[in-house]
């Protein structure tokens, strides 16, 4: 929790590292499998995790799990499975792996999602250099398409309301189109590939 608190700050305040803030002998390196996977590493691509010689650590990783678990098609986006980082380094990590999604995008995961996770993408949802993409639920309350679908359960537990309350007969669809629209959790995220770009040029990414 105290990670994503100080990523959420890192991002308000434009304090995150970037590429050229890399010390020596530190490395991106992006591991492509089922999905991605983007971690500091030494030059071979080894992690930096569990060494406390390692200058920093830290990773963020995605995948399209959530489309074989009746969660929707979420516009073919990725969903962010799992994050951690030595602090000021994590929104390069979060950066590419939004430039590695390309035009499918990014999400919030649709089955956990903490407080400060949800004030993670809040943030994302403001960035005017990051596109969003509306999500739809799956009574298709936004559209009658069916690839926008998505799972909607985090967006109603932290907008304070329960399910039970999105059920009620006091609830109506247009209050549901606000809740999907002012949710940064009902939204595809894409960015342009510029921290991947820097990295490339200054040597310091490796794929495998």
Same mark, same amino acid.
């Given at each position: ?9 890192? /991002? ?14 530190v490395? #991106?390196?992006?591991?492509? *499998? ?7 590493? *030494? ?28 969660? @929707?098609?979420?516009? @073919?986006?990725?969903?962010? %499975? ?13 950066d ?7 035009? *499918?995008? %990014?999400m919030?995961?649709?089955? !956990?999602? !903490?407080?400060?996770?949800?004030? #993670?993408?809040? %943030? ?5 250099d %990051? ?19 998505? *799972?909607?359960?985090?967006a ?9 309350? #999105?059920? !009620? @007969? ?12 002012? !949710?940064? #959790? ?18 310091? /990414?490796?794929?495998?």
């Amino acid at each position: 929790m105290n990670l994503l608190r100080e990523y959420i700050r890192e /991002l308000l305040t434009e304090a995150a590292m970037g590429p050229a803030d890399l010390p020596d002998g530190v490395f #991106v390196t992006i591991l492509a *499998d089922d999905g991605y996977e983007v971690y500091f590493s *030494d030059k071979s691509g080894k992690r930096f995790v569990g060494h406390p010689e390692s200058p920093l650590h830290g990773y963020v990783a995605m995948d399209k799990g959530h489309r074989g678990r009746g969660l @929707g098609d979420c516009l @073919g986006a990725y969903m962010v %499975v799992g994050s951690e980082a030595t602090h000021g380094w994590g929104p390069m990590l979060y950066d590419v792996i939004m430039e590695l999604a390309g035009s *499918d995008g %990014v999400m919030a995961d649709r089955s !956990s999602l !903490s407080k400060d996770a949800f004030n #993670v993408w809040q %943030v994302y949802m403001s960035r005017g250099d %990051v596109q969003k993409k509306q999500l739809d639920d799956v009574g298709n309350t936004l559209t009658p398409e069916e690839e926008d679908n998505c *799972d909607a359960d985090t967006a109603i537990q932290r907008s304070g309301l329960k399910t039970t309350d #999105v059920f !009620s @007969g006091e609830w109506n669809d247009e209050k549901t189109a606000e809740l999907l629209k002012n !949710s940064p #959790v009902m939204k595809v995220y894409t960015k342009g590939p510029t921290t991947i770009g820097e990295l490339e040029s200054i040597g310091r /990414l490796i794929r495998k």
